[in-house]
C-alpha cells in the first residue's frame, strides 16, 4: 500500500498531498533495476536517479563526469523496477544550461527514460531553465545549497552553505526562485538545521533535506550510503545496514567453497538418465568413466 493508498504510480500531486498533510517525505536515490524493486517495494514515494551514480556506481571521481545517455540507461532501468515510486532523474552537469537544452533534455528522461520528473541544481541562477522545463509540462524538483555540479566554483570543498548572513540570505532567495519558477519540491543539500528549518517555514513547496536537519519537509539519502556498500559515510549519513561487509563475506564464503570443490553441491547441480549421456557419448557400459573430474560421478542419480 502506497503513502497515498491508491494502485497508480505516485505523481506530484500525490506527494503534495502528503506535504499537505504534514507527513515527512522519504526518498532515495537508485541506479539499478534489483534496488528499484525493493525500494518500491519498501514504499518509498520518491526515487531519484542521482548524478550521484557517477561516483557510487560507475567509479568516476565525481558527478561531473557523467553524460545524458549514462543518465537515460540508469533511468530506465529504475523505471522498469519500479510500480508506485515518482521517479526523479537528475539533469547532469551542462545538460539544462539553456531554456532549449533545459526542455530537451528533461523531455527525454520522460519520453526515453519513463521518468516522471527531473531535478536541477541551482537557485536564481537556474530558474529560468526550470520554468522552461515547467512550462512544457514537465515536473521539476530544485536543489540547492551544495550544489555539486558547481563544486568547482563553489571551491572544490564540500562545504555546509549558507553559514554566513548574506550566504543564508542568498539561500533565501535560491529557494523562492525555485518555488516561483514552479518547481514542486527542493533538495537542500548541506544546509544549517535552523536555516534549513526558516526556508522550510517560508515555502509552500516541500523541502527535501540531505544533511540539512529535521526541519525539512522530507529527507533524501544516497542509497549506497544508507546500505552501508561504499568504504566512507559522510557525517549527514546513518547506515541502516552493513552490506559491505555482507557482501565481502559471501565473495570469500564462495570462493572457498570453488576452490575446496564444495560449491556447486547436489543442490546446485541437475542430472541425467547416464543410458542416455551414454548413448549421446557412443560409449557402451563398459566404457563408462568412473568420476568426472574433482571426483563427482557423471552418472551418478544427483
Ligand atoms: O545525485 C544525488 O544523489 C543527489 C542527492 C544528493 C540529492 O543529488
Redesign the pocket.
Known amino acids: 500500500m502506497s503513502a497515498t493508498g491508491s494502485s497508480a504510480r505516485l505523481t506530484i500531486q500525490d506527494i503534495g498531498k502528503l506535504y499537505a498533510d504534514g507527513q515527512r517525505i522519504p526518498m532515495l ?1 537508485a541506479y539499478d533495476y534489483p534496488t528499484a524493486r525493493i525500494l518500491d517495494e519498501a514504499g518509498v514515494p520518491m526515487l ?1 536517479v ?4 557517477a561516483e557510487v556506481m560507475l567509479g568516476y571521481e565525481s ?1 561531473l563526469r557523467v553524460s545524458m545517455e549514462e543518465m537515460l540507461h540508469h533511468t530506465k532501468a529504475v523505471v522498469r523496477g519500479s510500480e508506485r515510486a515518482l521517479v526523479v532523474a ?1 539533469l547532469p552537469f551542462l545538460s539544462y544550461e539553456t531554456p532549449d537544452q533545459a526542455r530537451e533534455n528533461a523531455g527525454r528522461f520522460l519520453r526515453e527514460g519513463g521518468a516522471q520528473a527531473v ?1 536541477a ?1 541551482g537557485g536564481v541562477r537556474s530558474a529560468r531553465n526550470m520554468e522552461a522545463i515547467i512550462r512544457a509540462g514537465i515536473p521539476v524538483m530544485g ?1 540547492i545549497g551544495w550544489t ?1 555540479q558547481a563544486k568547482l566554483g563553489m571551491g572544490g570543498k564540500v562545504r555546509v552553505q549558507g553559514k554566513t548572513r548574506e550566504a543564508a540570505q542568498r539561500l533565501l532567495s535560491d529557494a523562492l526562485a525555485v518555488q516561483e519558477a514552479g518547481a514542486f519540491a527542493i ?1 537542500l ?1 548541506l544546509v544549517p538545521a535552523p536555516l534549513a528549518a526558516a526556508i522550510t517555514e517560508r515555502l509552500r513547496i516541500p523541502t ?1 533535506g ?1 544533511g540539512a536537519g529535521a526541519g525539512c519537509s522530507g529527507q ?1 539519502q ?1 542509497v549506497t550510503d544508507l546500505l552501508g556498500l561504499g568504504s566512507f559515510v559522510p557525517r549527514h549519513a546513518r547506515p541502516y545496514a552493513h552490506l559491505r561487509e555482507t557482501i565481502l563475506e559471501a565473495a570469500r564464503a564462495y570462493s572457498a567453497d570453488v576452490v575446496a570443490g564444495t560449491f556447486p553441491g547436489p543442490a546446485e547441480s541437475s542430472t541425467m538418465d547416464p543410458a542416455v549421456l551414454d548413448e549421446a557419448l557412443g560409449r557402451g557400459e563398459l566404457d563408462r568413466a568412473p568420476a568426472a573430474p574433482f571426483g563427482i560421478p557423471l552418472d551418478r542419480d544427483l
Open positions: 536515490t531519484l542521482g548524478d550521484s551514480v558527478t537528475d531535478k541544481e536543489h555539486p533538495v543539500e527535501i540531505i533524501v544516497v
